[in-house]
C-alpha cells in the first residue's frame, strides 16, 4: 500500500467572514520532485557576495511576506505549484468555512474544540484513497487558545478511515500495527516547502473569498499576486469554478469547497 503524506495550513482568521483551511496530498515518491523544484528555485533566485560566494534564496515563502521586490519569485513558485498538479505530483483542497452560518457555529464551536473538528473534516474528506497517511499540520494551527488534542485526532481520524477504507481492502493488504493514519505531527512551516506553497495559494484565495482586495489599503503585490492565482485556477481546463457569494472549484487534482455541516452533533459533513 502507497504511502501519502498530507501537508495543511489554516488562514490567521480575525474577523473576516471565511476562515480557510488547505492541504496537500502527496505520494511519499513524489516528496523529492517537490523539494528538488524549490531547491533550483532558490538556487536560481540567490545571490552572489562581495566576495564572490554564492547564497541561495533563503527566505521563507509566505503570504504575509508578498511584495514587489520578490514578485518574481512568488510568481515561478505558484507557476510550480499549478504544474505539480498538473502532473499529478501532488493534489490539493482548501476548506472555506463560513464563520457567519449558524449551522458551523453550532457544528464547530471554533473558540474551543472547533480546529479539531475542521482539522478532521479536511482530513477525512479529501483522502480518497486506501493508503498509509503521514499528517503534518503547521505548528501554528495548535495555539494556545485554539488547541487541538492531536492524538483524540489521530483515534478519530483513524476509526474513520478504517470504516472508509477497509470494506475496499482484502484483509490480507490492510495495513498492519498503526493502521491508515501512520502519524499526526505539527511541524514549522519554516523547515518544509509543501506548508510554505499552500500557505501561499491559501493566502490569495482567503484576499479574494473575504474580500479583502477591496480594501482601500490593500496591498497592491497581494493583489497582483491573487490575481495571477486567480487566472492559473480558471484558465485550467481541469477546474470547474462556480459561486457568487464565494468561488468554488471542483477537480480531481484542486478543490475549493464550503463546508457545510449536516448537523451539529455528528462529526461528517
Same mark, same amino acid.
Request: proline share 5%; with cysteine.
Given at each position: 500500500?502507497?504511502?501519502?503524506?498530507?501537508?495543511?495550513?489554516?488562514?490567521?482568521?480575525?474577523?473576516?467572514?471565511?476562515?480557510?483551511?488547505? !492541504?496537500?496530498?502527496?505520494?511519499?515518491?513524489?516528496?523529492?520532485?517537490?523539494? *528538488?523544484?524549490?531547491?533550483?528555485?532558490?538556487? =536560481?533566485?540567490?545571490?552572489?557576495?562581495?566576495?564572490?560566494?554564492?547564497?541561495?534564496?533563503? $527566505?521563507?515563502?509566505?503570504?504575509?511576506?508578498?511584495?514587489?521586490?520578490?514578485?518574481?519569485?512568488?510568481?515561478? +513558485?505558484?507557476?510550480?505549484?499549478?504544474?505539480?498538479?498538473?502532473? *499529478?505530483? +501532488?493534489?490539493?483542497?482548501?476548506? +472555506?468555512?463560513?464563520?457567519?452560518?449558524?449551522?458551523?457555529?453550532?457544528?464547530?464551536?471554533? =473558540?474551543?474544540? $472547533?480546529? %479539531?473538528?475542521?482539522?478532521?473534516?479536511?482530513?477525512?474528506?479529501?483522502?480518497?484513497?486506501?493508503?498509509?497517511?503521514?499528517?503534518?499540520?503547521?505548528?501554528?494551527?495548535?495555539?494556545?487558545?485554539?488547541?487541538?488534542? %492531536?492524538?483524540?485526532?489521530?483515534?478519530?481520524?483513524?476509526?474513520?478511515?478504517?470504516?472508509?477504507?477497509? /470494506?475496499?481492502?482484502?484483509?490480507?493488504?490492510? /495495513?498492519?500495527?498503526?493502521?491508515?493514519?501512520?502519524?499526526?505531527?505539527?511541524?514549522?512551516?519554516?523547515?518544509?516547502?509543501?506548508?510554505?506553497?499552500?500557505?501561499?495559494?491559501? !493566502?490569495?484565495?482567503?484576499?479574494?473569498?473575504? $474580500?479583502?482586495?477591496?480594501?482601500?489599503?490593500?496591498?497592491?503585490?497581494?493583489?497582483?499576486?491573487?490575481?495571477?492565482?486567480?487566472?492559473?485556477?480558471?484558465?485550467? !481546463?481541469?477546474?470547474?469554478?462556480?459561486?457568487?457569494?464565494?468561488?468554488?472549484?471542483?477537480?480531481?487534482?484542486?478543490?475549493?469547497? +464550503?463546508?457545510?455541516?449536516?448537523?451539529?452533533?455528528?462529526?461528517?459533513?
Amino acid at each position: 500500500m502507497r504511502t501519502i503524506r498530507i501537508y495543511s495550513d489554516e488562514s490567521r482568521h480575525k474577523n473576516e467572514r471565511f476562515l480557510l483551511l488547505a !492541504g496537500i496530498w502527496v505520494p511519499e515518491e513524489n516528496v523529492q520532485i517537490v523539494e *528538488d523544484s524549490i531547491l533550483a528555485l532558490r538556487q =536560481k533566485y540567490g545571490y552572489t557576495n562581495s566576495t564572490g560566494k554564492k547564497t541561495d534564496f533563503l $527566505g521563507e515563502f509566505k503570504w504575509t511576506k508578498v511584495s514587489d521586490k520578490y514578485m518574481p519569485i512568488y510568481k515561478e +513558485l505558484v507557476d510550480l505549484f499549478f504544474e505539480w498538479t498538473n502532473q *499529478d505530483v +501532488l493534489r490539493s483542497c482548501t476548506m +472555506l468555512v463560513d464563520t457567519q452560518d449558524p449551522m458551523v457555529v453550532a457544528h464547530s464551536n471554533i =473558540k474551543k474544540e $472547533g480546529y %479539531f473538528k475542521l482539522l478532521y473534516q479536511l482530513y477525512y474528506h479529501n483522502s480518497h484513497i486506501p493508503a498509509i497517511y503521514k499528517i503534518f499540520p503547521d505548528r501554528i494551527t495548535n495555539p494556545t487558545q485554539r488547541k487541538v488534542n %492531536f492524538e483524540t485526532l489521530d483515534s478519530c481520524l483513524e476509526a474513520a478511515l478504517h470504516k472508509k477504507f477497509a /470494506p475496499l481492502l482484502n484483509p490480507t493488504d490492510r /495495513p498492519s500495527i498503526r493502521g491508515f493514519i501512520n502519524n499526526i505531527t505539527p511541524i514549522d512551516s519554516k523547515s518544509t516547502p509543501f506548508i510554505q506553497s499552500i500557505d501561499v495559494i491559501m !493566502g490569495a484565495l482567503g484576499y479574494l473569498q473575504n $474580500g479583502l482586495f477591496r480594501k482601500p489599503d490593500a496591498k497592491k503585490a497581494k493583489v497582483e499576486l491573487m490575481k495571477y492565482i486567480f487566472n492559473k485556477i480558471a484558465l485550467s !481546463g481541469a477546474i470547474k469554478i462556480s459561486g457568487k457569494t464565494f468561488y468554488v472549484a471542483k477537480s480531481t487534482k484542486f478543490n475549493i469547497w +464550503l463546508f457545510r455541516p449536516r448537523n451539529k452533533k455528528g462529526p461528517q459533513e
